[in-house]
Each structure stands twice: as C-alpha cells, then as structure tokens.
C-alpha cells in the first residue's frame, strides 16, 4: 500500500515531467481548482530545499499574452484580446 499523500504523489510525478492543472486533476482524481491548491502547497514545501518549482505561465492562444498576475492559475480570457482560448499553465519540480 502506498503511504504517501496525494500532494507527495503529486510533487513525484511533477518531477517526472511538467503537467497542466487538467493533467494533474485527470491523473490523480480531483478537481482542477484542487490541483491548483496542491501544486501552491508543493510550491511553498520547496522553499530552503535543494528543488523549485517551474511554472511556464497560461498564454493566449490568440495574441500570445502571457503576463497574468497568477501564474499559478487558469484565467478564464484575455485581459488583452478578451479570448477565452488560454492555454493552461504547466509545472514541474526540478533542482536549480
């Protein structure tokens, strides 16, 4: 029986390779927003260790925008274009 929490799943396999919020949720079983939460969780557990997390930001599939105010997030539009076509953000642990 695996005795590890779901964010320590999480955080193994965001080692592994970067993942979408609709990735980790679809892989581990929850919801997006809650995989939001666990991806900040993994996020703030990092600091004064030897790892970081990577966030490549959403962007507008449309304009290319890519300077939201919340990297760890998936806007619903474009605070440019106003398209609600965003590509979702991804992430990964990786050591610096």
Known sequence: MDDQTTRERIQDALR???RTPSAVAEEFEVARGTALTHVRHISESLDGTDEELLVR???CRDCGFDGFDDPVNVPSRCPEC???SIEEPAFVVESP
Request: hydrophobic share 10%.
């Open 16 to 18: 592994e390779k970067p």
């Open 57 to 59: 930001p959403p962007a």
């Open 82 to 84: 106003r398209s609600e």
